[in-house]
């Protein structure tokens, strides 16, 4: 279970402020000015830094630590042959954990289209039922495998997820990726 507390949710300039924390890029000396139009825009470059931080976050890190929501209501969903077509929300990066309402259990390992287990999913005869659905991840699509209903429920669509509003959303132990992420990148000024 994830500690609440321990979340971040910081807007873009909060953001930028705490990466200037975190590389020791903030002044401290705040009784002088110095001023010059010569050099990069620091602010702009950590921008882009953040923002590639964050998208490696949100697709990498254990999901206890970054931002779920229940997206079941928001997914539209096609049927043919026993298979639910499920268009993924832009705002999924990726899947944690989804159910439909006629299956025993959820599903939390989503399955390569290219991989074995997914062909035998596509095979009627093959294929697991209520008891052990399986979903293949095409990314913007789903197929929600063995349903049996012509007009499925989505009861739990559990998704890592990129905050509409542009904010950061992630817990403090990301905090610690931050300088090794910086140092993988190009060097700063």
Same mark, same amino acid.
């Given at each position: 279970?994830? +500690?609440?507390? !321990?979340?971040?949710?910081?807007?873009?300039?909060?953001?930028?402020?705490?990466? *200037?924390?975190?590389?020791?890029?903030?002044?401290?000396?705040?009784?002088?000015?110095?001023?010059?139009?010569?050099?990069?825009?620091?602010?702009?470059?950590?921008?882009?830094?953040? *923002?590639?931080?964050?998208?490696?976050?949100?697709? +990498?890190?254990?999901?206890?630590?970054?931002?779920?929501?229940?997206?079941?209501?928001?997914?539209?969903? +096609?049927?043919?042959?026993?298979?639910?077509?499920?268009?993924?929300?832009?705002?999924?990066?990726?899947?944690?954990?989804? *159910?439909?309402?006629?299956?025993?259990?959820?599903?939390?390992?989503?399955?390569?289209?290219?991989?074995?287990?997914?062909?035998?999913?596509?095979?009627?005869?093959?294929?697991?039922?209520?008891?052990?659905?399986?979903?293949?991840?095409?990314?913007?699509?789903?197929?929600?495998?063995?349903?049996?209903?012509?007009?499925? !429920?989505?009861?739990?669509?559990?998704?890592?997820?990129?905050?509409?509003?542009?904010?950061?959303?992630?817990?403090? !132990?990301?905090?610690?990726?931050?300088?090794?992420? !910086?140092?993988?990148?190009?060097?700063?000024?």
């Amino acid at each position: 279970m994830e +500690n609440q507390n !321990q979340f971040y949710n910081l807007s873009e300039n909060e953001m930028l402020d705490l990466w *200037k924390q975190v590389m020791h890029l903030d002044t401290p000396r705040r009784d002088c000015s110095v001023e010059w139009d010569d050099g990069i825009d620091l602010d702009a470059l950590l921008l882009t830094h953040i *923002k590639q931080w964050y998208a490696h976050q949100l697709s +990498n890190a254990p999901v206890n630590i970054l931002p779920i929501e229940n997206l079941a209501s928001q997914v539209p969903i +096609n049927t043919r042959d026993g298979i639910a077509v499920a268009t993924v929300p832009v705002q999924c990066v990726r899947p944690v954990e989804w *159910k439909l309402a006629e299956w025993q259990r959820s599903v939390t390992e989503f399955l390569d289209p290219c991989s074995h287990e997914a062909m035998v999913q596509l095979n009627e005869w093959t294929r697991g039922g209520a008891c052990n659905p399986a979903i293949i991840d095409y990314g913007f699509q789903m197929l929600l495998i063995s349903t049996a209903s012509a007009n499925p !429920q989505l009861e739990l669509a559990r998704c890592v997820v990129r905050p509409a509003d542009g904010s950061y959303r992630f817990h403090a !132990q990301l905090l610690s990726t931050i300088p090794e992420w !910086q140092q993988s990148l190009s060097p700063l000024p």
